[in-house]
């Protein structure tokens, strides 16, 4: 396990992680196309959203995360502010299922975060497709969808180690 000092720089810098890493994310935009692995993309910044929010983390601010969207429509050319939508109803479905949750369960966070996701890229598809006229393959959105519901586990098992490392 990382131990830090409490007052330390480098302490500081590890409780923002969260948030570097999410603007990390969205600046740099890995597509797995220079892979040459079709049918293959999943969304970490949903993600890492959901989990931090779902987990009330103290750093996690909801208008970093905001910023956050807008900056990722400005990299990928999506119209402005439909990332930022996206994570805030994230960020908003994660605080209700942390509110009504009396003991937390990851297998029912995974099921209600797959709905979750299916509900944003559904939305975020009808948007795109009917006020922006664009053409979209709904295949992309189906393979991105199942891929980020599978990898919420892989990646909640480091955030947890994350979220223990800050408390010890």
């Known amino acids: 396990m990382i131990r830090f000092p409490k007052k330390n720089y480098l302490f500081k810098i590890y409780t923002w992680l969260p948030m570097l890493v999410l603007f990390i994310s969205v600046f740099n935009e890995f597509d797995f196309n220079y892979l040459n692995i079709d049918y293959f993309s999943f969304n970490f910044p949903y993600i890492l959203v959901f989990y931090f929010a779902l987990k009330e983390y103290q750093r996690f601010d909801y208008?970093?995360?905001?910023?956050?969207?807008?900056v990722n429509d400005?990299?990928?050319?999506?119209?402005?502010?439909?990332?930022?939508?996206?994570?805030?109803?994230?960020?908003?479905?994660?605080?209700?299922?942390?509110?009504?949750?009396?003991?937390?369960?990851?297998?029912?966070?995974?099921?209600?975060?797959?709905?979750?996701?299916?509900?944003?890229?559904?939305?975020?598809?009808?948007?795109?497709?009917?006020?922006?006229?664009?053409?979209?393959?709904?295949?992309?959105?189906?393979?991105?969808?199942?891929?980020?519901?599978?990898?919420?586990?892989?990646?909640?098992?480091?955030?947890?180690r994350f979220l223990k490392s800050l408390n010890d």
Do not use: H, Q
Request: aromatic share 26%.
């Open 63 to 70: 208008f970093l995360v905001f910023i956050a969207g807008l």
């Open 74 to 160: 400005t990299v990928v050319g999506l119209p402005l502010g439909l990332s930022s939508f996206s994570y805030i109803l994230i960020c908003i479905f994660a605080s209700y299922l942390r509110n009504i949750t009396i003991s937390p369960n990851l297998i029912k966070d995974w099921f209600y975060f797959l709905f979750i996701i299916s509900l944003i890229n559904s939305l975020n598809y009808s948007i795109l497709f009917l006020f922006f006229s664009y053409e979209l393959n709904i295949t992309l959105f189906i393979v991105n969808n199942f891929f980020t519901f599978l990898f919420y586990i892989i990646f909640s098992t480091f955030f947890k």
